[in-house]
């Protein structure tokens, strides 16, 4: 299976931060990523596929970059409505495994 | 677009089986435009892939938990279910059914069920 390593674990930041969360392939997965965003007692919800390609309705202040074994997602100014816990996911492979996330508190 | 309703027992007794439907709406369960699958999560942890199940009846379980599990669609009532078998508290998690377009070459979950907490407990 592709481990998938996400760092940090937990962040605080404030709002109108810039947040920058990484997430690392055990292998190359070339661009089959996805980036997720959960909040408390809610399912996760898609926020980017194919590494950097935004799911429709998301804002745009969410950017994905990253191809081969090395990716990242970025907030460019952190909004209230962003603290929540962030999973990185790869569908290169079957089964397809997730990053053990990070969770993005208030500073 | 879709919507997905887990349903089922919440409380498991230890070594029995585990299971659970979903109830899907917006959509068909015999269309060929979507996957169907299950993934978990355990308290205040991450997320687990469980299986998918797609057109024609094709399933893919996790190594993890093959010898265990089962997934398949009633077409007559437009639901997914999942079986898990000899069951461990290990087992204890939130449950999501989970679903996603065939038609795009990046695999992804565009639609999730609201999840439902079933606990193992002898």
């Known amino acids: 299976d592709i481990q998938m390593t996400q760092s940090p674990s937990s962040l605080s930041a404030s709002i109108g931060d810039r947040v920058t969360i990484t997430c690392r392939a055990s292998?190359?997965?070339?661009?089959?990523l996805n980036w997720y965003q959960q909040k408390p007692g809610k399912a996760p919800n898609l926020l980017i596929f194919?590494?950097?390609t935004l799911q429709s309705g998301v804002p745009s202040r969410f950017s994905g970059s990253g191809s081969g074994t090395d990716f990242t997602l970025t907030i460019s100014s952190l909004k209230p409505e962003d603290f929540a816990t962030y999973y990185c996911?790869?569908?290169?492979?079957?089964?397809?495994?997730f990053g053990g996330g990070t969770k993005v508190e208030f500073k | 677009q879709l919507q997905l309703q887990e349903s089922g027992p919440r409380l498991v007794k230890t070594s029995e089986t585990l299971s659970l439907t979903c109830t899907v709406s917006?959509?068909?369960?015999?269309?060929?435009?979507?996957?169907w699958g299950w993934i978990r999560q355990p308290p205040g942890k991450g997320l687990e892939w469980i299986g998918n199940?797609?057109?024609?009846?094709?399933?893919y379980y996790n190594a993890s938990l093959r010898s265990r599990v089962t997934i398949s669609v009633d077409t007559s009532a437009n639901q997914v279910s999942l079986k898990l078998s000899s069951v461990t508290a290990a087992d204890t998690a939130v449950y999501y059914c989970?679903?996603?377009?065939?038609?795009?070459?990046?695999?992804?979950?565009?639609?999730w069920g609201q999840g439902s907490l079933v606990t193992v407990s002898s």
């Open positions: 199940i797609y057109y024609g009846g094709n399933t």
């Open positions: 194919a590494a950097s």
């Open positions: 996911q790869q569908t290169y492979s079957t089964p397809p495994t």
């Open positions: 989970a679903s996603g377009d065939t038609g795009t070459v990046y695999s992804r979950i565009d639609y």
């Open positions: 917006g959509g068909s369960v015999s269309s060929s435009g979507y996957y």
């Open positions: 292998q190359s997965i070339t661009t089959y």
